[in-house]
């Protein structure tokens, strides 16, 4: 479907005459085409940014003055999506920061194995994060 020879209009099937490079019949099928693609994309963005800000709610609501301590198994009643998040900031090697905006958590694991997390609002010096600084060969 990708080669750049296709014989056949990628909108409506039709059979392509002319240039060999052609992929479209006609204006028409082309901005069709497109407008569908940019649809489709739209739709993953839209979904990525409500799944963004439900998180964000929630974070919101489960610390709404800073900084709270709450269980995970209550961030993923509320409907939290660990997945996503806007950016991160690592405090030290084990205190990883996953931000929603201008709220975030950082995962806490106990010697009992509790899974809890700290919630904060987010400050400052956390926008600096660097992707290659902890990657190593
Ligand atoms: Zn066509």
Redesign the pocket.
Known sequence: MDNMTNDS??????PLLGRIDKQ???A??RNAFNNNVKRTEEKEIIAINSKLRKNRRILKTLSPVGKSTVRKEVMIAMGYDFNIFSSMYRASKNNIYYLCYEYGFSPIVNSRGVEKAVIINKQSYMGDWKPWKYVHA
């Not at 209009?9 to 039709?14: P, T, V």
């Open positions: 209009c990628k909108k409506c099937g039709s479209f019949c006609d028409y099928c």
